[in-house]
């Protein structure tokens, strides 16, 4: 345990897109020793694209200068000026209506992505190459009351902490370690890729190519939007209609599968695909989690991925992950002894759990919206853009500083409770 005046040591499990925001948080705090462990050999990311909405970007800002800076760095808009604040267009993607346009959902930055792999790159560089530890696949922690958590390595390696925040994704071992159980909840094939600009636009138009749009149909969306500041057009296409998933969660596509799966879908959408014949493209399958009942124990607590996984529907999951950071990392301003985190994870949970857990839920509902399956709106056009409209909204327009604001409140409304 910390002596009075020695720093808390905090180990972050992970070097994703959440555990990168909360380390680069968590070392503006003099009195913390961070240490990052990952285990990959190096930090990586697979080279796709990511959406940010407003309150992700305004947690980015608030997070610290270098993180907006990095991100303003990366950001791709939609390439024409009149659709700098669409966030995208939904339109028909097959039978009759095909081409008509649904519902067009705008906020103050429109659409606003980033290529994942250079996105992370900005990150790593704020984080100092002597606390990053590479190769170290956490497989379990002990947590003996009275003494410090040890973390045990695939590598046979171990490492001690004060505290430990897992940001180790879907698959989660702290998530494990808190629930005991880590419920996934397998739904859908999930096919993307990269495509040059140029090809893109010879086969799509100019318009489609370089503005954000989702093509809806019965089961199947395919969303489309610019990345690499206008270089490269990212495609995801989603068919809902899998109970099961075999193998690896992320595989190479086979393009004759694909066309079968979505032979459905219109003429954009086929020319689309198309462009999906090529051997980079990956399918994922897509996984969420249900509630879990708590993102703490102890001196032990979860965010991004491994509390709260979502579908992509929404375009939502790294930006609650960067919001968990920031709300987590500025508790812990305030954490000057160990009883002081446990606290802090405390409050941090009962902020962010109730409003991470119904972005998952909505993000899920998005998915049924988008397959023209969602119970009340089906394939009826005004009520789609009626309900795709206030679900942006309600995600968008989150006060993600007044957060940090309660959760401060909560930290210290449990201090005085006299439980410290
Ligand atoms: C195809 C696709 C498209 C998406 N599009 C968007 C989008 O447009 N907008 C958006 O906001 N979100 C999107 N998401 C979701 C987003 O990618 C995730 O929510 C986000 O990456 C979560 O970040 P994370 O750091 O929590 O987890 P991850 O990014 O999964 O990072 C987990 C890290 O932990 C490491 N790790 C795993 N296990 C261990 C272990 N045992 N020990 C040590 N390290 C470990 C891994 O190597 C990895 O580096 C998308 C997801 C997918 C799959």
């Known amino acids: ?107 103050e930055t429109g659409q606003s992505t980033v290529h994942r792999a250079k996105f992370l790159d900005e990150f790593m560089r704020l984080v100092p190459k002597e606390i990053a530890h590479f190769g170290k696949r956490l497989e379990r922690v002990e947590d003996e009351p009275g003494f410090p958590l040890k973390l045990h390595f695939k590598d046979s390696t171990t490492a001690e902490a004060d505290c430990v925040v897992g940001a180790d994704g879907i698959h989660s071992v702290i998530r494990r370690h808190l629930l005991g159980d880590d419920h996934p909840a397998l739904d859908a094939v999930f096919t993307g890729s990269l495509i040059p600009m140029k090809d893109a636009e010879a086969a799509l138009g100019e318009r489609f190519a370089k503005n954000s749009t989702i093509l809806v149909g019965d089961g199947a969306c395919i969303m489309t939007y610019p990345i690499d500041f206008g270089a490269t057009m990212n495609v995801v296409a989603i068919n809902s209609s899998y109970k099961n998933w075999e193998g690896p969660t992320v595989q190479k596509a086979e393009y004759r599968k694909i066309a079968k799966e979505f032979s459905a879908c219109g003429s954009q959408a086929q020319k689309l695909l198309k462009l999906l014949d090529n ?36 375009g939502q999951g790294a930006g609650q992950a960067i919001e968990d950071a920031y709300v987590l990392s500025s508790l812990f301003g305030v954490v000057d002894t160990l009883e002081k985190v446990t606290l802090a994870f405390q409050a941090y949970d009962k902020i962010r759990r109730p409003r991470s857990q119904r972005v998952c839920e909505t993000s899920r509902e998005a998915g049924v919206l988008c397959a023209l399956r969602l119970k009340g709106v089906n394939d009826d056009p005004k009520m789609f853009e009626q309900n795709i409209t206030w679900r942006m909204d309600w995600m968008w327009h989150r006060d993600i500083a007044g957060e940090r604001a309660e959760a401060l409140g909560v930290f210290t409304a449990l201090l005085e409770d006299g439980r410290v």
């Open 279 to 314: 051997p980079d493209t990956a399918a994922w399958s897509m996984w969420d989690h249900p509630r879990a009942p708590t993102y703490c124990r102890g001196r032990v607590a979860m965010l991004g991925d491994a509390a709260h996984a979502s579908t992509p529907f929404q």
């Open 1 to 107: 345990m910390p002596e009075q005046g020695q720093k808390i040591k905090v180990a972050v499990v992970e070097g994703g897109m959440g555990g990168l925001c909360v380390a680069i948080g968590l070392l503006k705090h003099a009195h913390l020793e961070v240490q990052v462990y990952e285990a990959a050999h190096k930090f990586s990311e697979i080279g796709a694209g990511v959406a940010f909405g407003p309150s992700a970007q305004r947690a980015l800002r608030l997070l610290g200068k270098e993180t907006e800076e990095a991100y303003l760095r990366q950001v791709t808009h939609n390439q024409w000026h009149e659709e700098r604040n669409v966030w995208f267009e939904y339109v028909y993607g097959m039978g009759e209506r095909e081409g008509e346009l649904i519902a067009t959902p705008k906020n």
